[in-house]
T-cell receptor
Framework: AQKITQTQPGMFVQEKEAVTLDCTYDTSDPSYGLFWYKQPSSGEMIFLIYQGSYDQQNATEGRYSLNFQKARKSANLVISASQLGDSAMYFCAMREGRGGGYNKLIFGAGTRLAVHP | DTAVSQTPKYLVTQMGNDKSIKCEQNLGHDTMYWYKQDSKKFLKIMFSYNNKELIINETVPNRFSPKSPDKAHLNLHINSLELGDSAVYFC????????????FGPGTRLTVL
């Protein structure tokens, strides 16, 4: 079964608008972390934001916020005031609770975001 | 200062050849990883090393052999390259808690002709 599901292969948004990228996950581990990465056309993987399973507050980093709904197992990324430079592939990923190198990242299929002027 | 570096950035080679990709991190992390991104952009773990010890080997063919000479380096050697090995290979590193971010290298685009 898919552990991380991103149901939107592509999204577009008008510059300066907000956009939500969906991510649902599946785990039975009570301790896990959720990450979002951005991959621009240049190919590098850029870390954006992290949410821990025990965190009470939704994570925010500048224009990025994570809408974490634990009961629904969703961790949607919200980008406010979109900029042209936000056009990229966005990946949701989960890291489960074992330490010591066991906690690999499991990635979703990604959502390609296009920001239009 | 580059945190996680990989060389080379591009690698074009013939089927059957052997090639290596090198990775170095200067973040002082204990764990390093290799991920493969296929042509559909799907990213999957291949290996992880913690303090030079192999932890994860995710059903990767044994033509792929990682080597970690020290905590800061994790190299990937691939024997008898096949067309299906064409992909982007990312090295990453992190500390070991669930909350610790994995930082990725710039990727190596391998093309097997």
């Amino acid at each position: 079964a898919q552990k991380i599901t991103q149901t939107q292969p592509g999204m577009f948004v008008q510059e300066k608008e907000a956009v939500t990228l969906d991510c649902t996950y599946d785990t039975s581990d009570p301790s896990y972390g959720l990450f979002w990465y951005k991959q621009p056309s240049s190919g590098e993987m850029i870390f954006l934001i992290y949410q821990g399973s025990y965190d009470q507050q939704n994570a925010t980093e500048g224009r990025y916020s994570l809408n974490f709904q634990k009961a629904r197992k969703s961790a949607n990324l919200v980008i406010s005031a979109s900029q042209l430079g936000d056009s990229a592939m966005y990946f949701c990923a989960m890291r489960e609770g074992r330490g010591g190198g066991y906690n690999k990242l499991i990635f979703g299929a990604g959502t390609r975001l296009a920001v239009h002027p | 200062d580059t945190a996680v570096s990989q060389t080379p950035k591009y690698l074009v080679t013939q089927m059957g050849n052997d090639k290596s990709i090198k990775c170095e991190q200067n973040l002082g992390h204990d764990t390093m990883y290799w991920y493969k991104q296929d042509s559909k952009k799907f990213l999957k773990i291949m290996f992880s090393y913690n303090n030079k010890e192999l932890i994860i080997n995710e059903t990767v063919p044994n033509r792929f052999s990682p080597k970690s000479p020290d905590k800061a380096h994790l190299n990937l050697h691939i024997n008898s390259l096949e067309l299906g090995d064409s992909a982007v290979y990312f090295c990453a590193s992190s500390q070991n808690r669930v909350s610790d971010t994995q930082y990725f290298g710039p990727g190596t685009r391998l093309t097997v002709l």
